[in-house]
């Protein structure tokens, strides 16, 4: 359950798809790293929020315990920790493992692919997130998902008002992944569980809500800046300082258009200190495929600057921001578009068949083969001694082969190739 086999024409569409991605992550300087699948049950625990249930853990393995990783933000830390670094830009794109109730209509999967951009070390305020903003809003424009907008917001923010609406800081986090559902279920059932399960007084629920509905740009964080109770609070005032040079930034990159300051982005994990934001696709533009529209977040990330120091046993902090690409979830969007267009996609990348039109000339065809191999051009034959040429050309047509190059017993004796465009029959001699 929650798993899949990716048969070659969805393989080719997932290879085109990280290829998009990661080339946007290279042209922003980013270094591959890789990480084990499994870590120490103890680096996972306790990092994920209410979804640490979610860790697939794993036997005793000779007095270790391990399970599988969760997503790839806290290996990362891990990494960085261990080896000292203080300072990197990084990507990684591999499966991680989640023991959930699999939607796989929506791209929910046990195991999945993500692709990480981080980057880590002290900098001046806002720019490595704005460039991680940036990020997305290429690599969403690059693959015309449709329309999208990216939610914003801080956790400082978020916290302040919980401050200034009466939530024991105990509770922050309990209320933090009650309100980060309001954008899957109205605030009448959030304030309810904050007040029926979170144990909030009703009073400080509707406070909350007066904030968590709101969302805007400039203005808006303008308008908290002022407002009397906020603007006491030294964090959200952080918070909203820090916003506000974000927005500065992303004025200049051109991408405020699909920006959105909003109040109730919460991130469900534990780890994020500063700015979140999470990519949602808007409703895409073909009306007969109803179960896209739910597709939702198809990216998201933050800022977790105390995560690493968890990892350092002397406590050294390295503050860090990323972004995750949620590549299922487009996978999903991609496949079933192109299921929708008929498009037949191609699965390998041959770029000649080598053909002969008469009998007993494989050892012709296994020659010429192997020269265009060595010369790391992509070629295929049939594994037939005396296969029929209508056949030859036939396979072309069906695997998208552009070219044939035809060797018979003429252009043996000429020491030539005839090339045939499989789709406009033209044919010449080489």
Not at 185 to 213: C, F, H, N, T
């Amino acid at each position: 359950q929650g798993t899949r086999d990716h048969p070659p024409a969805q393989a080719a569409l997932r290879e085109r798809l990280l290829r998009a991605v990661v080339s946007c992550f290279k042209r922003h300087g980013a270094a591959a790293i890789d990480t084990p699948a499994l870590e120490l049950r103890e680096t996972l625990m306790g990092k994920y929020g209410e979804d640490t249930k979610l860790i697939y853990e794993l036997q005793d393995q000779g007095g270790e315990l391990l399970a599988l990783r969760y997503d790839l933000t806290v290996p990362f830390a891990r990494y960085l920790a261990m080896n000292k670094v203080n300072n990197m830009k990084r990507y990684h794109v591999a499966k991680v493992y989640r023991r959930d109730n699999p939607a796989t209509t929506r791209g929910r999967y046990r195991e999945f692919y993500q692709c990480d951009f981080d980057i880590a070390g002290q900098f001046d305020p806002m720019i490595p997130d704005a460039e991680c903003l940036k990020i997305v809003h290429e690599i969403l424009s690059d693959l015309q998902l449709g329309d999208f907008v990216i939610k914003v917001n801080d956790r400082r923010i978020l916290n302040g008002v919980f401050d200034v609406c009466g939530v024991p800081e105990s509770k922050f986090i309990a209320a933090c992944s009650t309100v980060d559902k309001l954008d899957k279920v109205p605030w009448e059932e959030v304030r309810s569980e904050m007040v029926g399960e979170k144990g909030l007084s009703p009073e400080a629920a509707d406070r909350i809500g007066e904030y968590v509905q709101l969302h805007g740009g400039l203005d808006l964080i303008e308008q908290l800046l002022q407002d009397p109770k906020l603007s006491q609070n030294k964090l959200a005032k952080e918070g909203l300082g820090d916003m506000k040079l974000l927005f500065e930034y992303l004025t200049l990159f051109g991408i405020t258009g699909k920006i959105s300051f909003d109040l109730s982005l919460a991130r469900g994990l534990d780890y994020y200190t500063g700015v979140i934001f999470e990519a949602v696709l808007l409703q895409q533009e073909n009306e007969h495929v109803e179960e896209l529209v739910g597709v939702g977040s198809v990216a998201g990330g933050g800022r977790y600057d105390g995560l690493v120091g968890m990892f350092d046993p002397k406590g050294r902090k390295v503050p860090c921001v990323g972004v995750s690409i949620g590549i299922e979830r487009i996978f999903s969007i991609l496949e079933q578009r192109l299921k929708a267009s008929g498009e037949k996609l191609r699965t390998t990348e041959t770029q000649v068949l080598v053909a002969t039109p008469q009998k007993d000339l494989l050892a012709a065809r296994l020659k010429l083969i192997s020269e265009l191999w060595d010369a790391g051009i992509k070629a295929e034959m049939l594994y037939k001694k005396d296969p029929k040429l209508l056949k030859q050309l036939q396979y072309c047509e069906d695997t998208g082969i552009p070219l044939a190059a035809i060797v018979g017993e003429q252009e043996l004796a000429d020491g030539v190739v005839k090339l045939r465009d499989v789709s406009t029959r033209e044919e010449v001699r080489m």
